[in-house]
């Protein structure tokens, strides 16, 4: 790789690399060890720098980089599921105390609420969201990003943003009704 | 949010809508109250998910970018730093017991620090070993020599490596010979422990002047001794005249009177530095006549009789020249102190010394004259004696 690519694709790593992250950290929501977010970014980046930069087209370098990362956390989730499913049920064997309500929602209320919802929300539907909200793509390069159909994406935003809203909702009612309780 | 243009009004937030069709929608927002409370949710949400921040090592980041530019190679090690990172880093703060951590040249320093300590206690415990092992070699011909010559007489010409064994059965009549035969070293000690035992029983019979006599008696028998060291017949020869000197010399004490105990110490003193003037005289000699080999090397069993005998006249030149010095002794003192660098370099030769070495000594003793001075001394000691 020359100089000169060896210059733009340094730029383009301190440009996105934080971006990337967010994206990744919030698809995982909070699975995987600490610091995957940031070794898949790494691991894309490095895909990148393999490929080489100026064997894209031009400004298709950002979507091919966060396709490739989606990818890769993809592969991660599911070796997180895998996992966990395994542990979860050896949990449900072994654990004699199961929180109850309060304390799960008492939990939520400490971790970041914004992950904690987008956890709920399907894959596709996530990823989507967060591309358009975080990554102001349009819907054509979101659908560039994800591999599917521009009317997918339009509808896959539209869910994330509906079911979010409600859960939101129901999360402020429910420390309204807390708060009230309390006065 | 039952309105069925809820979906336009996400459309539209996000400019995915025509002009004219965005228009559209926003006339109904005017007009739903449910959809302009649905845009400000979405809006709500798009600021809270654009504000979500991670925290980034910027340290990982440039590290991240060193490894990708290199090629990559070392990926999957960078990958595990990158998430042992922080464990590092937190490591990296506090060593064992909470203490900094050192890196490894301060900790290398540290080392040999501690090391040359070591090494320094260690040599100033030797030195003062040997300082009370010079005091106890020191005192040990002392009391002897004080009382009588026999032990001293024996012990003094017995050279460890030369095990003639008949000449110690004739010096110890008494019941020791078997010990100095199968071991030199403890039948000087036994000897030596016998002079003083019966040092205290001649004092206290008056019976020291038979004592002296005796072992003027046995001096001359220990006298083929010297013959079996490696040194030319004339030089065996004028020491035997001299240890027979000296003998006459113990004749005169027992001349003298029996009351100057004193006296009889202060010329005890002057014996044994006349011996010993004699000895190294021998030694000088000796180390100076030997014969190198074609490499210019001495023979190493020579060499090491040598050191065994420079050493063990070291240790009685240094008691005697502080006896000299104590007595007023000039002369005496100013010999045994010029002796005393030639017997301590001869003592300090490597096993297998350098020509060059053995010349150096060899020059040092041509320069300072001292076998001639140690002959001198030998023979004017022997005249006084003689009186």
Known sequence: ?183 | MKCVWTQKVSHLIDGELAHAEAREVERHLEACGDCREAREDFLLLRRQLASYRLDLDAFAERRALKHILSGGKDAAKVKRENAAAPVRRRYASAGVFGMPRLSPVGLAALLLILFGVAVGVVSLLNSRRQTVEIAKTGATPAPSANANNEANTGAQTAPPTVPNDSTARDNKSDGGASVAENNPKQARTELTNDARRRSVSSARTGNRARRIESAGRKVPQTSPRLDAMPIDAPVAESARNDVESVDNGIGAVEASDNDAARRVVEVSGEIDAARHVEQAQLLLRSFRNARPDEQGRRASSDLAYDKQRSKKLLYQNIVLRREAASRGNLPVESLLDSLEPILIDIANLPDRPAPAEVRAINERMRRQNLVAMLQISAVESASARSY
């Open chain 1, 1 to 183: 790789m020359v100089r000169d690519e060896e210059d733009e694709f340094a730029v383009m790593f301190h440009e996105f690399y934080p971006g990337l992250c967010r994206f990744i950290a919030c698809l995982l929501g909070g699975r995987g060890a600490s610091g995957t977010a940031q070794d898949i970014a790494q691991e894309s980046f490095l895909q990148l720098h393999r490929t080489g930069l100026r064997s894209l087209p031009e400004g298709e370098a950002r979507f091919w980089l966060y396709r490739v990362a989606r990818n890769f956390t993809l592969n991660e989730l599911n070796r997180h599921n895998t996992r966990h499913r395994l542990f979860g049920k050896m949990v449900d064997v072994f654990r004699a105390h199961v929180p109850t309500p309060e304390e799960e929602f008492e939990m939520a209320e400490r971790k970041d609420q914004v992950i904690d919802m987008l956890k709920t929300l399907p894959e596709q539907q996530r990823a989507a969201l967060l591309l358009r909200e975080q990554e102001e793509m349009s819907y054509r390069e979101i659908a560039s990003v994800l591999n599917v159909s521009e009317g997918k994406v339009k509808v896959d935003v539209f869910r994330a943003r509906t079911a979010l809203r409600e859960r939101w909702g129901k999360r402020e009612r429910a420390l309204a009704q807390r708060s009230g309780q309390a006065g």
